[in-house]
């Protein structure tokens, strides 16, 4: 559970509606449950309602989706105070989310933390630039562990970073061009740094990779 800020009343909209598109979209949510059971589509709902509202949710949102959901308004609450992954607060453009849990931390998120405390001058979550561009979380496992350590941006999740790699990546975003997501080093999936280790031949040449055979040479055999 994550204790996050719930925006100021100044900052709080007077109202909160859906817009057309979004009514479209919560007909078919809602339809996915039994009757009488919508109240369990409170989570996409919550999701849909931070797309549309800046990537935060409001505390008139939470009143729009009880009342759609027919459920109450403190239920509704509940869950969004619980995930991480909504914001009741405004947030920069660039929404950092920064694992550092174990196999992260193992493989360098400290010097990722230390590379946004650097560049953008954030150590603590929820704080955001004076430009308003950027703002950190430090969250719990991604799952993308076999390439860590990782930051999720936004919607997106930037793989084996390092100080210089996040250094650019920060730098990109300022300049308005997100990278190639993914890993940073230009690695597919989840496979090993040195090229991928399985679902090759190990005895006909074709299709092997340059590395696999400068390995096969080196040993002096083709086992």
Request: hydrophobic share 40%; glycine share 6%; charged share 25%.
């Amino acid at each position: 559970m994550s204790t996050k800020p719930i925006a100021e009343a100044h900052l709080q909209p007077d109202s909160f509606e859906w817009t057309a598109e979004s009514k479209a979209t919560i007909e078919e949510i809602v339809a996915k449950y039994p009757a009488g059971r919508q109240a369990s589509a409170v989570i996409p709902l919550l999701d849909l309602a931070q797309r549309q509202h800046d990537n935060w949710i409001p505390l008139k949102a939470m009143d729009t989706i009880a009342a759609t959901l027919d459920m109450p308004r403190i239920r509704v609450m509940e869950v969004a105070t619980f995930y991480t992954m909504f914001n009741l607060a405004p947030v920069g453009k660039w929404f950092l989310q920064a694992c550092t849990t174990t196999p992260c931390w193992l493989r360098g998120s400290d010097d990722v933390m230390r590379c946004i405390k650097d560049k953008l001058g954030l150590s603590k979550n929820y704080t955001t630039t004076a430009d308003g561009q950027f703002t950190l979380l430090e969250v719990e496992c991604l799952g993308v562990c076999a390439n860590a350590p990782v930051v999720q941006v936004n919607d997106d999740v930037y793989e084996d970073l390092d100080y210089e790699l996040t250094a650019k990546l920060i730098d990109d975003l300022k300049a308005g061009k997100a990278p190639e997501v993914g890993s940073m080093l230009g690695r597919k999936g989840s496979m090993s740094k040195d090229g991928p280790t399985s679902l090759v031949s190990l005895k006909d040449s074709d299709g092997v990779p340059p590395w696999f055979a400068e390995k096969q040479a080196s040993a002096g055999g083709d086992d």
